[in-house]
């Protein structure tokens, strides 16, 4: 329940780089971005007062995934460094598809811990039934359990901006950030056993409140469309006592 944190030097991209880290289960960065660029710092702040808004999600939260991916560190020791190359790839697949999963290094992918999830992805196929969002690839879905209620947090990142004419330009800081807004997110999420749904709020950094999302339940699964968002969002299904 210790939250990571990543020596990542961005002082363009700096409301990606916070909802990354706070999707999942990271300390955001601060100390890297230009704080004292006056437009920066609003982001900076605008994004830090919604954790701390949200602190009980955050704080001591663990992954909710549904599959798990082993990152192959059994063959790195014995020298088969080629094995990280295809869990790349992999790996890119399953978020671009949006499946909510976990890494978990092979040689501590115990007989317990693979009963956590319905699958362990060790080839090309995934299992049937698994949770479904209809997105963009630019955006990477997650979901987490707080350490108290009785709900789940879903974590919406959108990478998509206007790019930089010149390729791999570092930007001239978040003036160059310039994301574009996701106008919706279809999700048809498979519910844990037995809960049953009482509400959908759905909230983001650049809106003081959150707003209510329609849903459906039927067959355990969890529907409904989050609304447009600029970078990130989150959705709390709260469940009935």
């Known amino acids: 329940d210790k939250p990571f944190t990543l020596g990542k030097y961005e002082s363009t991209r700096i409301r990606v780089a916070i909802a990354e880290l706070a999707a999942n289960g990271g300390a955001p960065m601060g100390f890297y971005t230009r704080y004292k660029n006056p437009a920066a710092r609003t982001e900076i702040v605008r994004y830090y007062r919604f954790m701390e808004r949200y602190d009980s999600l955050f704080k001591a939260n663990q992954s909710h995934a549904e599959v798990v991916l082993p990152y192959p560190r059994s063959k790195v020791h014995a020298g088969d460094v080629a094995a990280v190359d295809d869990f790349k790839t992999r790996g890119l697949e399953l978020l671009n598809n949006h499946v909510l999963f976990d890494v978990v290094p092979d040689d501590m992918l115990t007989a317990t811990k ?60 978040i003036v160059d950030e310039k994301p574009i807004a996701v106008e919706m997110v279809n999700v048809d999420f498979v519910l844990p056993t037995g809960k049953k749904v009482k509400s959908v709020m759905v909230s983001t950094p650049e809106s003081a409140e959150a707003v209510e999302a329609k849903f459906t339940v039927g067959d355990g699964r969890l529907k409904f469309t989050a609304p447009k968002f600029l970078v990130y969002a989150i959705a709390r299904v709260q469940f009935a006592d």
């Open 114 to 173: 693979r009963k956590e999830y319905q699958a362990v992805i060790e080839d090309a196929k995934l299992p049937g039934g698994l949770s479904r969002f209809e997105a963009p690839k630019t955006v990477r879905v997650s979901a987490s359990k707080p350490a108290k209620g009785n709900e789940l947090t879903l974590h919406f990142v959108n990478y998509n901006r206007v790019e930089p004419a010149k390729k791999r330009s570092p930007g001239g800081g």
